[in-house]
């Protein structure tokens, strides 16, 4: 089963899953509050975030001072992410993490495959989680924020392959069935011919895929920046044969997502969520500096400062985190439901189903709101 990795909070709680456990732990800086605060993987059984009950008769909405920052201390805020290592590429996700503990939050960040993040909100483990759109519907979540709305992706294939057909026979890398690239591959393969041509090799994560690939045992897989600006930096050749955006350019990478019922109880919550969000991905348009610092303490070290820089210069070129409204926005996610259950892979809603069956927005505009109004809060 893939392992995760949890961020344990400044006040010490911790979410656990049943995964294999990873320890790690790195002194970072404070983003708002100038205070250090702990990065760690330690791994319990508790569970907190149910610790809060909504006790108003309609969703509470956050409070602000003067400045704009909100108040939340006393939130209990349990974070996923569909991601089974640290990657450069969710920077991002682990920004947003340390603003809200930075504004006085209890919270944490898991990572794990999609599957175990997404039944972490289920069994009541995680608040809410980033992860692909297809499998959170599927698994019931309501999507109210985005997490990575663009794509980055290209299908890229060892050098001696120079066309999508020249794949017949070969093993393909895909992370798991719940995970966006499986998606994109089922969408290529359906479009090139070549389905039940090719044969998928599941690795669990975009890490192992990288691996098996330079090591040779696949022809090709779905690679981000970080997987492409890697193989560039070790010397390892390989040839791009098709891009996401240009395969399907509605599709999202992911959302944030949590059940219907926590939802209803933690409008605030939500809306602090999506905020520290918006803030995050200011930070990456803006401040380099700070964002490669954030990469640097997210990912404990593995990546060189070059490589990090090299990402970051692809990623500003892609722009998959727009600091705006224009983030998640009903025609996006409505089209990526119909594309996805048009397809098959949303099975638990048909294309053109109403929107509120499967997404809110109250929170998210609450955010944009409160962004527009503050927009140096960070710089």
Known sequence: MQASTTLRS????RVDRPLARIKAGVAIFGLLMGSSVIFSGAVSASSTHHTETARSKGPARLKFNKKGVPNVVGMTIPLGKGAGAPHIGDTVAYTAEQILL????TTSLTLGSATSVISGVIGGHLAATGGPFDGEI?????????SQPGQNYEFIAQPKFKTLSSLTGQVIAVTEPT???????????????????????????????????????????????????????????YQPLYSARVLDPAEGDSYEASTRVWLNAHFAQAEAIDLAWLYAAKIFHTNETQWLANATAYTKGTFSRTLEALDYVAYRKENPWPASHLAFTPKSVSANLNTDAGRGAITKLAAGAPLGEYAVFGPWNAAVAAFDAHPNLFK
């Open 138 to 146: 599927n698994g019931g979540l309501t999507i109210f924020g985005p």
């Open 102 to 105: 930075g504004w006085g939050a």
């Open 179 to 237: 995970d966006g690239d499986y998606v994109l591959m089922q969408l290529l393969a359906k479009r090139y011919n070549l389905t039940g041509k090719v044969t998928y090799e599941y690795t669990g994560t975009e890490s192992n895929s990288l691996t098996s690939f330079i090591a040779g045992r696949i022809a090709g897989f779905w690679a981000s920046s970080d997987s492409t600006v890697a193989l560039k930096e070790q010397g390892v050749g």
């Open 10 to 13: 400044r006040a010490g709680s």
